[in-house]
Structure formats: structure tokens, C-alpha cells
Nanobody, 119 residues
Framework: QVQLVESGGGLVQPGGSLRLSCAAS????????MAWYRQAPGNQRELVAI???????NYLDSVKGRFTISRDNAANTVFLQMNSLKPEDTAVYYC?????????????WGQGTQVTVSS
């Protein structure tokens, strides 16, 4: 099992920045991706940024150049640095981790943290 605790959400003005953190604990030795998703009211949950164990990253087109996903290996924490925030970035942001259990992928979710971009 993996436990994920998110922090860093809040209210920010357009053009501002926030840094989300997700601290992972538990069976993290076999993780293979760590990611951030978001879900706005009335919308489906969408993948915002993903980091693979090999160090590759990928981003939602609308956040490329503004958001950066990174990881503190020692602390098993994944971050999402969000710059130049726009009102359309408003959503609940969820941390996601996928691990292998007996060669089968299993995913875990954080509780979500609200990000509101508004003047």
C-alpha cells in the first residue's frame, strides 16, 4: 500500500505561482510513475504532468512551459511547480502513483488539493 499526502493548494491571482507537494509513504520501492491530475467542476479528471522512474516527463499541452514536475528522491515527494497561473487552471489537483505488485500495476491517489486562480 501507498499513502499520499498532498499540500500547497490555495487561492492565487492570475499570473501567480503555487507549488504543490505530495509526500508518498509505504511500498514505494517498485514505483514506476508519479503524476498530477486535475479535475474542474463538470469536467473529467485529466493528466497534468507525469514523471517516470527513468526521469522522463510529459505535460498537458495547456500547461507546457508553465508547470514543472519534479521529485525529491530522498523524501519520496513529488512536486508540481505552477507558474503563470490562469483562471482555467482552477481545479482540484490529485497526486497519483503507480507501482508494480507482483508485476501488476496498481495505482494510488491522494485526497486532492484545491487550486483556485482568481482576482
Amino acid at each position: 500500500q501507498v499513502q499520499l499526502v498532498e499540500s500547497g493548494g490555495g487561492l492565487v491571482q492570475p499570473g501567480g505561482s503555487l507549488r504543490l507537494s505530495c509526500a508518498a509513504s509505504g511500498s514505494m520501492l517498485s514505483w514506476y510513475t508519479m503524476a498530477w491530475y486535475r479535475q474542474a467542476p463538470g469536467n473529467q479528471r485529466e493528466l497534468v504532468a507525469i514523471l517516470t522512474r527513468g526521469g522522463d516527463t510529459n505535460y498537458l499541452d495547456s500547461v507546457k512551459g508553465r508547470f514543472t514536475i519534479s521529485r525529491d528522491n530522498a523524501a519520496n515527494t513529488v512536486f508540481l511547480q505552477m507558474n503563470s497561473l490562469k483562471p482555467e487552471d482552477t481545479a482540484v489537483y490529485y497526486c497519483n502513483v503507480k507501482i508494480l505488485i507482483v508485476s501488476s500495476p496498481v495505482e494510488f491517489w491522494g485526497q486532492g488539493t484545491q487550486v483556485t486562480v482568481s482576482s
